[in-house]
């Protein structure tokens, strides 16, 4: 709750359901000014008309913010890095966009003259945490009001019904009441119809993916250059961060590849499933990894790989502007430096492989690991090596246990 009254709000406006009904109950509840605040990271539809919707439903102003260069520049290219998958599945697209927008949201209410902020993160999810926690480190002395924490309203049919007695235009419908969250890296559905883990999404709901029988009959090759573990080329050619993702998501999505359907752990302690279309994250970490698989030292990748999901857990739950945070990317970083080639990939009917990988700093040699040809190693050199690596095996006790 929030212990002191507010003069100035800045809201993290969508325009969905939930913030447009904030918005209004903020100025009801506080009477206070409200400034909406839009990040674009990649929603494209979503964001038209927004700064009209937002001053119709009371909006003192709406300020919205390009964010797309950075978010991926900054935020995607970094967790390809670092290999980082949530439980070993989610590519954490809603996570690493919430720290950059918090990150906005505070710089815009500094600006605008806000003594506070506020999201619409329901009090069961993750995004709370991570709003919170980012407003904590970079902006500790704005107030946070987070009304699906304060509010009487308790569900989402009820902020329809609040809407509709306020006539504030929604698009949400009982008939469909999922979630989404989209950005360039994905596209999110939570909750309604998905709450129940074993009822199959429907095929009309995604948005970036094709169905997997309905992609095309011939498959696609495509080649993906990384330069020190980041990703700059599509087939030889050289693109920025932004149309490059765009570029990895048409191809992907066009042979339906990238789409997750998974129960997470929630940061909260519950849990929640998820289904997710990630197409050129899919495609990014696949090829990374590919080319890592020729320029790392084995020890290094490992350590990277022991590293991987902490790194991800830490952007899970919110943590992206912590010490241990900068500690890793550091690492992460580090770890880098020779990541320099490309990868083949093959996409055909929902199936990604990697079909070759190069580099002009490989680690690998043909001559060495070759069975037709010595190479200068020496095979008789295994023996003292097996018998050093066993000497410890025989010490056991007459149980035969350890």
């Given at each position: 709750?929030?212990?002191?009254?507010?003069?100035?709000?800045c809201l993290a406006y969508s325009g969905g359901l939930d913030t447009s009904v904030i918005l209004h109950w903020l100025i009801e509840r506080f009477d206070?000014?409200?400034?909406?605040?839009?990040?674009?990271?990649?929603?494209?539809?979503?964001?038209?008309?927004?700064?009209?919707?937002?001053?119709?439903?009371?909006?003192?102003?709406?300020?919205?913010?390009?964010?797309?260069?950075?978010?991926?520049?900054?935020?995607?290219?970094?967790?390809?890095?670092?290999?980082?998958?949530?439980?070993?599945?989610?590519?954490?697209?809603?996570?690493?966009?919430?720290?950059?927008?918090?990150?906005?949201?505070?710089?815009?209410?500094?600006?605008?003259?806000?003594?506070?902020?506020?999201?619409?993160?329901?009090?069961?999810?993750?995004?709370?945490?991570?709003?919170?926690?980012?407003?904590?480190?970079?902006?500790?002395?704005?107030?946070?009001?987070?009304?699906?924490?304060?509010?009487?309203?308790?569900?989402?049919?009820?902020?329809?019904?609040?809407?509709?007695?306020?006539?504030?235009?929604?698009?949400?419908?009982?008939?469909?009441?999922?979630?989404?969250?989209?950005?360039?890296?994905?596209?999110?559905?939570?909750?309604?119809?998905?709450?129940?883990?074993?009822?199959?999404?429907?095929?009309?709901?995604?948005?970036?993916?094709?169905?997997?029988?309905?992609?095309?009959?011939?498959?696609?090759?495509?080649?993906?250059?990384?330069?020190?573990?980041?990703?700059?080329?599509?087939?030889?050619?050289?693109?920025?961060?932004?149309?490059?993702?765009?570029?990895?998501?048409?191809?992907?999505?066009?042979?339906?590849?990238?789409?997750?359907?998974?129960?997470?752990?929630?940061?909260?302690?519950?849990?929640?499933?998820?289904?997710?279309?990630?197409?050129?994250?899919?495609?990014?970490?696949?090829?990374?990894?590919?080319?890592?698989?020729?320029?790392?030292?084995?020890?290094?990748?490992?350590?990277?790989?022991?590293?991987?999901?902490?790194?991800?857990?830490?952007?899970?739950?919110?943590?992206?502007?912590?010490?241990?945070?900068?500690?890793?990317?550091?690492?992460?970083?580090?770890?880098?430096?020779?990541?320099?080639?490309?990868?083949?990939?093959?996409?055909?009917?929902?199936?990604?492989?990697?079909?070759?990988?190069?580099?002009?700093?490989?680690?690998?040699?043909?001559?060495?690991?070759?069975?037709?040809?010595?190479?200068?190693?020496?095979?008789?050199?295994?023996?003292?090596?097996?018998?050093?690596?066993?000497?410890?095996?025989?010490?056991?006790?007459?149980?035969?246990?350890?």
């Amino acid at each position: 709750m929030v212990s002191r009254s507010v003069k100035r709000v800045c809201l993290a406006y969508s325009g969905g359901l939930d913030t447009s009904v904030i918005l209004h109950w903020l100025i009801e509840r506080f009477d206070c000014e409200v400034v909406a605040y839009t990040a674009d990271v990649g929603q494209q539809e979503e964001l038209e008309g927004l700064p009209e919707k937002a001053k119709s439903t009371g909006a003192l102003d709406c300020v919205v913010r390009d964010l797309r260069e950075e978010f991926v520049r900054d935020f995607v290219f970094p967790a390809v890095q670092a290999g980082a998958v949530y439980e070993g599945t989610y590519l954490l697209g809603t996570a690493l966009a919430r720290p950059l927008i918090a990150k906005h949201q505070a710089e815009v209410a500094r600006e605008t003259g806000c003594d506070a902020v506020a999201h619409g993160a329901t009090g069961k999810g993750n995004d709370q945490v991570r709003f919170e926690l980012t407003f904590r480190a970079l902006a500790p002395e704005l107030s946070v009001i987070a009304p699906w924490r304060e509010w009487e309203l308790e569900s989402r049919p009820d902020c329809m019904a609040y809407a509709r007695k306020h006539q504030i235009p929604i698009t949400a419908t009982l008939e469909k009441p999922y979630s989404i969250d989209r950005n360039l890296l994905h596209i999110s559905f939570e909750g309604g119809i998905l709450e129940d883990p074993w009822q199959a999404p429907r095929e009309e709901m995604f948005l970036l993916t094709r169905a997997p029988e309905a992609a095309p009959d011939v498959p696609c090759e495509l080649v993906i250059g990384f330069d020190r573990g980041l990703p700059v080329s599509v087939d030889g050619e050289p693109l920025g961060p932004v149309a490059l993702l765009e570029r990895l998501n048409e191809l992907a999505g066009l042979h339906g590849v990238g789409r997750v359907d998974m129960v997470e752990n929630r940061f909260v302690g519950l849990k929640s499933r998820g289904v997710y279309e990630t197409p050129g994250g899919t495609l990014l970490h696949a090829a990374h990894r590919a080319v890592e698989s020729i320029t790392l030292d084995r020890e290094l990748m490992h350590e990277r790989d022991r590293l991987a999901p902490r790194f991800a857990e830490l952007v899970y739950n919110g943590f992206w502007y912590s010490p241990e945070m900068d500690f890793l990317r550091a690492a992460v970083e580090v770890s880098q430096r020779n990541v320099t080639g490309e990868a083949r990939l093959r996409l055909f009917k929902g199936a990604l492989q990697v079909t070759g990988r190069r580099s002009p700093v490989s680690l690998y040699s043909q001559a060495l690991s070759s069975f037709d040809e010595a190479g200068g190693y020496d095979q008789r050199d295994a023996s003292g090596f097996i018998r050093l690596q066993g000497l410890r095996l025989p010490v056991r006790d007459e149980s035969g246990d350890p």
